[in-house]
């Protein structure tokens, strides 16, 4: 039984605040500080208290889809009036995408309608990485999820349900410095490690909660857990 993705984990001050943020967004149950998905494509999310403050971009994103213009400048107003702000990343004033932060500084996107490569990923089309096509082999193989975009140095894979893609944007790459805000947490047999590790994974040590804390290939920290145990 290899590992699964059990959640995408975000560092946050307020983690209960920030719960309610994306709860109000995305319509999903809401278990203490974990969020979790209406159906059975979608991906846990959980905000784990941290001090830290956030200094710079994160090196992964939502990309929220959208049905229509209107629908879009719903979503856009929806995510204003729970706490969200437009922000400035580069992009450019054609680009049709609207780039937003939630109450935290975390950046997301709502996606214009008719964009193909979204198409059938649901309201959470995909959680877009800052990362080399050898982390999207990496994450393929670990996860057992199908790459379903490899092209040009960027990659992308899609669990075998359905649901988000997981996307890596290729160079050039953003400098990393310091632990990163979004990570994920594996659920499955710590036994596993080993294969990960073949793989290109680094073991960084035990966790608090007993959980193995890694590094993929690209340096991302990750964790694996035995199903209720760690983040």
């Known amino acids: 039984m290899a590992v699964t993705l059990h959640a995408?984990?975000?560092a946050a001050h307020d983690p209960q605040r920030l719960a309610r943020f994306w709860v109000g967004l995305l319509g999903?149950?809401?278990?203490?500080e974990t969020l979790v998905p209406n159906d059975e494509t979608g991906v846990r999310l959980r905000f784990i208290p941290s001090a830290e403050p956030k200094s710079r971009k994160n090196h992964a994103h939502f990309d929220l889809t959208s049905e229509s213009i209107e629908d879009q400048r719903n979503i856009v107003a929806k995510a204003l009036e729970l706490g969200a702000r437009h922000i400035d990343i580069g992009q450019s004033p054609e680009e049709e995408?609207?780039?937003?932060?939630d109450p935290e500084g975390n950046e997301f996107c709502v996606i214009e309608p008719g964009n193909t490569f979204l198409a059938e990923c649901g309201f959470v089309g995909a959680l877009a990485c800052d990362g080399s096509?050898?982390?999207?082999y990496f994450w393929s193989e670990a996860l057992g999820w199908p790459l379903v975009?490899?092209?040009?140095q960027e990659t992308a894979i899609r669990s075998p349900h359905g649901g988000?893609?997981?996307?890596?944007?290729?160079?050039?790459?953003?400098?990393?410095?310091?632990?990163?805000?979004v990570r994920f947490a594996l659920s499955g047999p710590l036994s596993d490690v080993d294969r990960l590790v073949s793989l290109g994974a680094t073991r960084l040590g035990i966790g608090e909660s007993g959980q193995m804390e890694m590094a993929d290939p690209d340096g991302?920290?990750?964790?694996?857990?035995?199903?209720?145990?760690g983040t």
Do not use: M
Not at 28 to 32: A, H, M, N
Not at 164 to 177: E, L, N, R, V
Not at 220 to 229: H, R
């Open 8 to 10: 995408i984990c975000f």
């Open 28 to 32: 999903w149950e809401i278990d203490g």
């Open 97 to 101: 995408h609207v780039v937003l932060a």
């Open 133 to 136: 096509q050898e982390v999207g």
């Open 149 to 152: 975009w490899d092209r040009d």
């Open 164 to 181: 988000p893609k997981i996307t890596w944007g290729g160079p050039p790459f953003d400098a990393k410095i310091g632990p990163n805000r």
């Open 220 to 229: 991302n920290e990750f964790s694996v857990a035995s199903k209720g145990t």
